[in-house]
């Protein structure tokens, strides 16, 4: 079951903030972050594991909560250059062959205008 | 280093028609996943290698198939095309297991059935 994104879309202007939520119903490893330009291949940001700490560089961060099984994206002081698609990808740590993969959700558009 | 290479970039084929997508991963990388993204049902999961052995597979019919070969290429084969297997096919590359890595994605090869 892939886990779930919002918002679906976002507008926003230059230096405005944004978060981006990703909420999954099972028992989370991991939880990885990319953003896709169009016609372009998605491009990792970064990634969050179980029991790790918060990441972030520059103005992007995100968190994990474990309890809910959610993460979060955090953009500050947004640019024009972080408009695209945001992909949260899901892995679940399974020792066999159901693993190995992650499940993307369904992404979130993020427009930023100047 | 050199990324994530997939080729060709574009394909148009013929219902019914079979086609054959390469993917060559980041040099050191063993793991390949292929991934299929379409704008209705998004990021959907294939089937992942690890030193030429599947490892996972996705929810599609067998005419979907692949391999990878003793210097981690991979291959993927769609046999008797149908017009709803228009989509981006990725390639991800990760040195081992996706959930603890994450992937470098490939720029797709973008199939057209007519």
């Not at chain 1, 991991?30 to 491009?43: F, I, L, M």
Request: charged share 15%; net charge positive.
């Amino acid at each position: 079951q892939q886990p779930v994104q919002s918002p679906q879309a976002v507008i926003l202007r230059e230096g405005e903030d944004a978060v981006i939520n990703c909420s999954s119903s099972k028992a989370l490893y991991s939880v990885h972050w990319y953003r896709q330009k169009h016609g372009e291949a998605p491009v990792f940001l970064m990634i969050l594991l179980k029991g790790g700490e918060q990441k972030g560089h520059d103005k992007i961060s995100a968190s994990f909560n474990e309890k809910k099984q959610q993460s979060s994206l955090y953009l500050t002081a947004s640019q024009l250059s972080y408009s695209g698609t945001y992909f949260c990808g899901t892995g679940l740590w399974a020792n066999n062959n159901a693993g190995n993969m992650l499940t993307f959700g369904g992404g979130t558009r993020l427009m930023v205008k100047p | 280093k050199a990324g994530v290479t997939q080729t060709p970039r574009y394909l148009i084929k013929t219902r019914g028609q079979q086609v054959t997508l390469s993917c060559s991963p980041i040099s050191g990388h063993r793991s390949v996943s292929w991934y299929q993204q379409t704008p209705g049902q998004g990021l959907q999961f294939l089937f992942e290698y690890f030193s030429e052995t599947q490892r996972n597979k996705g929810n599609f019919p067998g005419r979907f198939s692949g391999r990878q070969f003793s210097n981690s290429r991979s291959e993927m084969n769609v046999s008797t095309l149908e017009l709803g297997d228009s989509a981006l096919y990725l390639c991800a590359s990760s040195p081992a297991w996706a959930e603890a890595y994450g992937y470098t994605f490939g720029s797709g090869t973008r199939l057209t059935v007519v």
